[in-house]
């Protein structure tokens, strides 16, 4: 089974959560990170762009959440509930090798909400 994120993934998406938090500490504002892995379920329509780890909890990632029902939104998912998840004949939620953002998560989340699901 394929770990949901690498190691340069997981620690590209710790260093984003860090300056996140940072900044909110700061002034209150937040930086809008391009997506760093997309992940998917195979044998249905949901999909996750993610961009950061929270650095006090590094079990939650955040990100634009589609679980194929027409309402994408910007949130928090745990990682080791995802890793848990299992479909038919044991599949299992998957890291999309040839995901190359183009632009930024609330870009990606303004179209998904337009088309009701995300379209990267």
Known sequence: ???LLTDCQRARMLANGRANAERI???GNTQDFWPVVKLFCPWGAATWLLTEIDPEDEDMAFGLCDLGFGCPELGSVRLSELAAIRGPAGLTIERDLHFKPTKSLTAYAAEANEH???SA
Do not use: L, N, S, V
């Open 1 to 3: 089974m394929m770990p």
């Open 116 to 118: 009701g699901r995300i």
């Open 25 to 27: 500490a700061e002034d």
